[in-house]
């Protein structure tokens, strides 16, 4: 049975007209939907839910017959919380009350707010209307097309990190019960190995179906670009594929560079789990991380780098003689490269309960883990953290979630997060703050189903429901690969710069500002000791320490010396 389209529903009054003669380029592919007034339209709205049509997008004009706009556009996403939100006026309008329309975007109530077209052909309107049902149909929307299909029984907590994983790719993925029609389809086709079912199953049109296949197995399937020579010699290695990695991949490589990329996990990093970072520069309806990596990871392979995903570097061997090679140890093969950039960034401190860890992947998240907000619909959720990562991913989840609660050991969120984000929760009439509190406690049949808080000021414990755990408790570097030559700080952050010992500076000067204890090897972005610890400030590194790579590399160049004229 075809699926039935999307609406966007369109709410207006004054330029009722012109506003539906601007939605029919989008006629094909959705339901355009009009209601004049926030009566009539929850009305529409209410009768499309029960049809069960999705709603992708509110376009709702400033002014409506009964109702303020904003009023209206609150009233209909009370009813449809996924559904994209874009405010549109007029100049007048939009002169009068620009101040509002601000304030609107700052608080979280809109996504958009954009003015009605006043001619042919406006294709800045319609950027801004395509990106939000794209990121509508990313977040919210089962996949049109589904590039993989992932085949496992409930309770399977791999078959959540293949998904959590292949979504951060940017790779439309579904999960199946093996009992489905489309998993029984596949199924008889598998001759298992051991005679016996295995789970997750793994099916795309990519590659050959794969019964319980490693992250690293996938990553090499559906992204891995061509291989390189054992004995080729790279001018940059780059260890780390977050922002501070795939900027440095960008400069390196647009300037000339032969530059190679390895990551652990998914190209993205950290920054790739976060379901809308609004504060990045450039975009002003704000971006999703795995969207930033996607662009920023085509960019640099545009330019010829090369990027490997679940291709961890396990050790490093440095060169052993000044300007040296150095020597990059994957769990199968050796890399040299002249020069490196550690851009590994930090990993989410475990919360080291027992009762918790055995949930992981079975209602229990490390990181945002988008993927799983679809699942939480009509749940209780718990986020544990209070930066912005913990914040983003409180309101990305509060679009599904019946509640939100975020967990923190301190007094508020003001410390840690930017005021922005504490804003748009304090808004959100399902989010709520549990300060000076922490998770004690969890439990579940085959997944998890609720978790026990206790008050850190009382002592007092509180067992509640839960469908979902989202841990954001901090980082601590990724740095227990990395040679004693390059020295940390106390708490195993990179020291750059000025911030390396003295014993290690070279005739009295300390080292480039981005570079480390050795000559040639320097550190970008989270894992370095002082950094911000901001998407932003991390790109700025990467791209920052290409040009102290360019004059190290100039350095290795022999001189020619100098001849004397007159014996020439």
């Known amino acids: ?50 049809q069960h049509v999705e709603i992708a997008l509110f ?3 400033f002014t409506q017959p009964d109702a303020p706009g904003l009023v209206t556009m609150d009233c209909l996403h009370a009813v449809s919380s996924v559904s994209k939100r874009a405010l ?40 801004a209307i395509t990106e ?56 008889e086709q598998i001759d298992w190995p051991n005679g016996e079912p295995a789970y997750p199953v793994l099916a795309s049109p990519l590659t050959d179906t ?40 960008v400069y390196g490589a647009s300037e000339g560079l032969s530059t190679v990329v390895f990551d652990s996990e998914a190209i993205g990093g950290q920054a790739g789990t976060s379901s809308m970072i609004r504060n990045y520069l450039g975009f002003p309806r704000g971006i999703s991380g795995m969207r930033l990596a996607q662009r920023a990871r085509a960019q640099a392979s545009r330019f010829g780098a090369k990027l490997y995903s679940a291709r961890p570097v396990v050790g490093m061997d440095l060169a052993s003689e000044p300007r040296g090679i150095h020597t990059l140890r994957l769990e ?19 919360i080291g309960v027992e009762q918790i860890e055995k949930f992981v992947g079975l209602g229990v998240h490390y990181g945002a883990a988008t993927s799983s907000a679809r699942e939480c619909v009509g749940k209780d959720v718990v986020v544990v953290g209070g930066g ?37 929760i304090e808004l959100n009439p399902r989010i709520g703050v549990k300060p000076c509190c922490e998770v004690v406690d969890a439990g579940g049949a085959t997944r998890l189903e609720w978790v026990t808080l206790r008050d850190n000021r009382t002592g007092a414990e509180l067992q509640k429901p839960c469908g979902g755990l989202f841990l954001l408790l901090g980082a601590d570097p990724c740095c227990d690969w990395l040679p004693s030559e390059i020295a940390q700080d106390s708490k195993g952050f990179v020291l750059t710069g000025r911030d390396v010992p003295k014993s290690a500076w070279v005739d009295d000067c300390p080292p480039e500002p981005l570079e480390t204890t050795v000559p040639g090897v320097f550190a970008a972005g989270d894992i370095r000791s002082g950094s911000m610890k901001r998407v932003a400030s991390a790109s700025g590194e990467g791209a920052a320490a ?16 100098a001849v004397d004229p007159a014996t020439a």
């Open 388 to 424: 912005n990562s913990a914040g983003q991913a409180a309101v990305h989840l509060s679009r599904f979630a019946r509640s939100v609660k975020i967990v923190i050991r301190r007094p508020d969120l003001s410390e840690t997060m930017s005021d922005y984000l504490i804003r748009e």
């Open 332 to 350: 199968d093969r050796l890399v040299r490269a002249r020069t490196l950039i550690i851009s590994a960034g930090v990993a989410y401190r475990r």
């Open 210 to 249: 794969l019964v319980q296949p490693t992250i690293a197995e996938i990553g090499r399937r559906f992204y891995a670009f061509e291989d390189f020579e054992e004995d080729e010699t790279f001018d940059l290695a780059i260890i780390g594929a977050g922002p501070a990695g795939l900027a440095a991949a």
């Open 1 to 50: 049975m075809k699926p039935l389209q999307p609406a966007i529903v369109l709410v207006g009054d004054c330029h009722a007209e012109q506003l539906q003669r601007e939605f029919t380029r989008y006629a094909s592919d959705y339901r355009v939907e009009f209601a004049r007034g926030l009566g009539p339209a929850m009305a529409l709205v209410q009768s499309l839910i029960a």
């Open 132 to 187: 939000l049902l794209s990121d509508w149909g990313w977040s919210a929307s089962k996949p049109v097309f589904e590039a993989v299909q992932i085949i496992a029984p409930p309770g399977n907590s791999q078959a959540g990190r293949l998904r959590d994983f292949l979504d951060r790719l940017g790779i439309p993925t579904r999960n199946y019960a093996p009992e489905t029609p489309v998993a029984q389809e596949i199924l």
């Open 88 to 127: 549109v006026y007029g100049t007048t309008e939009f002169r009068v009350n620009r101040e509002t329309l601000r304030e609107a975007q700052v608080d979280g109530r809109i996504e958009a707010g954009l003015a009605i077209p006043r001619g042919e052909r406006d294709e800045e309107f319609h950027t």
């Open 59 to 61: 376009v709702v004009e």
């Open 546 to 561: 290409i040009p102290s790579v360019h004059g190290y590399l100039a350095s290795l160049t022999p001189q020619l010396e």
